[in-house]
């Protein structure tokens, strides 16, 4: 995934302790990796279930 074009989230916070994610698109896949540390790689979902990933974060039933 290093042709994606990586793009942090607008709801990313400022200052040393902010958490962050970045995504990266590719034509199959949606990249996700933390913006602070992006050498330790990320993980793709297909597209069509990126959206649902996203849901599952704001209504806060994601277990992070």
Do not use: N, Y
């Not at 996700?32 to 050498?39: A, I, L, Q």
């Not at 993980?43 to 649902?52: I, V």
């Not at 990933?53 to 277990?63: A, C, H, P």
């Amino acid at each position: 995934m290093t042709d994606a074009a990586w793009r942090k989230s607008s709801r990313s916070t400022e200052g040393t302790s902010a958490q962050c994610v970045e995504v990266g698109r590719l034509a199959e896949v949606i990249g996700v990796r933390d913006s602070k540390r992006p050498e330790v790689g990320h993980f793709t979902l297909p597209r069509e279930r990126f959206a649902g990933f996203v849901q599952r974060i704001k209504d806060d039933t994601l277990d992070l």
